[in-house]
């Protein structure tokens, strides 16, 4: 059993050539982006890639910490996959915390209007939201919130590759059982109370500032974790295809898949519900965040976001051979992970640019994020054995069937 990955040279040439691209896409961005527009967008795309980016790595130690507090055992025998796409968010959360560092005290109020004190002083709205959005409370949530996932993130895979050592006895697997709910629960306390709360309000809706929404948060939180679904699963798959986790099969990809498909529908779910009661109760401080995406430039994106992250995997996902089939996977997650990615976009643009424009820099940065990804997480993968051998609930992932 070929237990221990090892980075073939395809793989990290494939990484830098796209880290490559990435860097080159924001130099191009600091010298061709001139004056206030031009600096508008260019902040505007790092604020949309590195939140995004680093959201959907915070959606693996969630997948962790949810799967161990439901005592689930069918996912053990490739946990090391989302330990291993989990720790690459250090960096990925330092990258975000020096972005909006530099957004907010650069004053760069084109991206958060709320930063300017002047502008803040004669704008009731922002006056009234100013003991929130004001850059002390913002600099310390950042630093509080990204440390507190960096912290969990580390103390869960740091106990996963410590138990690999220990005795495989009655009273072993108890302990892990023990610790591993204790600290997974610790977790998803701060997780639900970041990423499903304050979190998107600071990073993402604050750059509309006069306009609010009770379901933002959900609705960010449902884009990331299907998304990090979609990365899972092709690591999974990259993985398989090279001859790694001979225990996963297509029963494990098919409870992957299952998940994919679900959150899709629960991502329209909260799409539809927060434009719809906004639409029907047709108030001025609320349409003002629909306007540009539905009657304005960006209406071609905003519906073209729901044909690609709701109606595309409802009819790929919906038949239980496609979900059991790799290359079938692959595709639909690539496709999962650029739909949510355009999501991000046209929820930062219209805040920030002054038209509508094709995302060459967006997208180029993407790529490079892309990039980054891949070389963190597959130098992740060398570090431990890929399968937590003893772990109470492996035999179970072993022979887990649906």
Not at 116 to 128: F, S
Not at 141 to 169: A, C, H
């Amino acid at each position: 059993m070929k237990d221990q990955f090892v980075v073939p040279a395809r793989l990290k040439t494939t990484s830098f050539v796209l880290m490559g691209i990435g860097l080159l896409t924001l130099l191009i961005g600091i010298f061709a982006f001139h004056g206030e527009h031009g600096s508008t967008r260019f902040w505007a795309g790092l604020l949309q890639n590195s939140s995004f980016f680093a959201l959907i790595i915070l959606a693996s130690t969630f997948f962790i910490g949810a799967t161990t507090l439901a005592h689930g055992g069918w996912q053990i025998g490739f946990r090391r996959v989302p330990e291993a796409i989990s720790m690459a968010l250090p960096v990925l959360g330092g990258i975000l915390f020096i972005v909006v560092m530099l957004i907010v005290f650069g004053g760069k109020e084109h991206i958060y209007h709320w930063v300017n004190a002047e502008h803040v002083k004669h704008d009731p709205i922002l006056t009234w939201k100013s003991a929130f959005l004001n850059k002390g409370t913002f600099t310390g949530f950042m630093i509080v919130t990204i440390s507190l996932w960096i912290f969990f993130t580390i103390k869960l895979r740091n106990m996963s590759i410590q138990e690999d050592g220990w005795d495989l006895t009655a009273a072993t697997g108890r302990r892990i059982i023990w610790r591993n709910t204790v600290w997974c629960g610790a977790f998803i306390v701060i997780y639900a109370l970041s990423v499903a709360s304050t979190t998107p309000w600071l990073l993402l809706m604050s750059i509309d500032a006069h306009w609010y929404s009770t379901m933002y948060s959900w609705y960010t939180f449902a884009s990331t974790w299907v998304s990090g679904i979609a990365l899972i699963i092709l690591f999974v798959a990259y993985l398989k295809r090279n001859g790694y986790l001979p225990m996963v099969n297509e029963e494990h990809l098919h409870d992957l898949g299952k998940f994919a498909f679900a959150f899709s529908i629960f991502w329209t779910y909260l799409w539809f519900s927060q434009y719809m009661l906004i639409w029907y109760a047709n108030m001025p401080e609320e349409t003002v965040y629909f306007k540009p995406r539905v009657w304005g430039e960006w209406r071609p994106i905003f519906f073209l976001n729901l044909i690609i992250n709701f109606i595309t995997p409802l009819l790929y996902l919906m038949k239980r051979d496609t979900k059991r089939n790799y290359s079938s996977m692959v595709f639909i997650s690539i496709v999962i992970l650029a739909g949510h990615w355009m999501d991000f976009w046209q929820m930062v643009g219209p805040g920030t640019y002054e038209h509508l424009v094709f995302p060459w820099y967006e997208a180029g940065l993407a790529v490079g994020f892309v990039g980054l990804i891949i070389f963190l997480v597959s130098n992740q993968l060398t570090k431990a054995p890929l399968v937590p051998k003893n772990h109470p609930y492996l035999k179970e992932s072993i022979v887990h069937h649906t």
